[in-house]
């Protein structure tokens, strides 16, 4: 199992997050600066520090990755309410993430939001001398709340 944690931190113009993941044998740190072009559409990029450690037959292999992603992402909310993101990112080095979630938020006492969300994600990290594949089911509820 994989927890993550984060923050997103948004105002009228720009967004930015932070996320820490960790499991058994795979962390990482992501770190992004987003422009708001239009509620739907948000540009901007993403930087990643990624460790995994893997063992094979008694031997043990360490990865650690530093990728910077050119990052998009798409919103579109349908009349009942539910939130479709779709989030797509590259590297030079040809690292590819994509990330698609649907989520239905609720507002308790007008400052509270609280959203569940399930989702899908793929990550692809390529460097000289690193190749990681993951995938991975999102399951989650998120709270947002105005400082």
Same mark, same amino acid.
């Given at each position: 199992?994989?927890? =993550?944690?984060?923050?997103?931190?948004?105002?009228?113009?720009?967004?930015?997050?932070?996320?820490?993941?960790?499991?058994?044998?795979?962390?990482?740190?992501?770190?992004?600066?987003?422009?708001?072009?239009?509620?739907?559409?948000?540009?901007?990029?993403?930087?990643?520090?990624?460790?995994?450690?893997?063992?094979?037959?008694?031997?043990?292999?360490?990865?650690?990755?530093?990728?910077?992603?050119?990052?998009?992402?798409?919103?579109?909310?349908?009349?009942?309410?539910?939130?479709?993101?779709?989030?797509?990112?590259?590297?030079?080095?040809?690292?590819?993430?994509?990330?698609?979630?649907?989520? =239905?938020?609720?507002?308790?006492?007008?400052?509270?939001?609280?959203?569940?969300?399930?989702?899908?994600?793929?990550?692809?990290? =390529?460097?000289?001398?690193? =190749?990681?594949?993951?995938?991975?089911?999102?399951?989650?509820?998120?709270?947002?709340?105005?400082?």
């Amino acid at each position: 199992m994989i927890y =993550r944690i984060g923050t997103n931190i948004s105002s009228k113009y720009y967004t930015s997050q932070f996320f820490y993941e960790t499991g058994k044998t795979f962390s990482r740190i992501d770190l992004g600066a987003m422009k708001i072009i239009s509620p739907n559409l948000h540009l901007g990029m993403r930087l990643m520090f990624a460790s995994a450690q893997f063992k094979d037959s008694g031997a043990t292999a360490k990865i650690v990755s530093t990728n910077a992603f050119v990052q998009a992402t798409g919103k579109h909310q349908v009349k009942n309410g539910f939130v479709f993101s779709l989030t797509g990112a590259g590297t030079i080095q040809g690292s590819v993430l994509a990330h698609l979630d649907v989520s =239905r938020s609720w507002t308790i006492n007008k400052k509270l939001k609280i959203s569940p969300t399930i989702g899908y994600e793929y990550l692809n990290l =390529r460097s000289p001398d690193t =190749r990681l594949n993951s995938a991975s089911f999102l399951a989650g509820v998120f709270a947002e709340f105005p400082f």
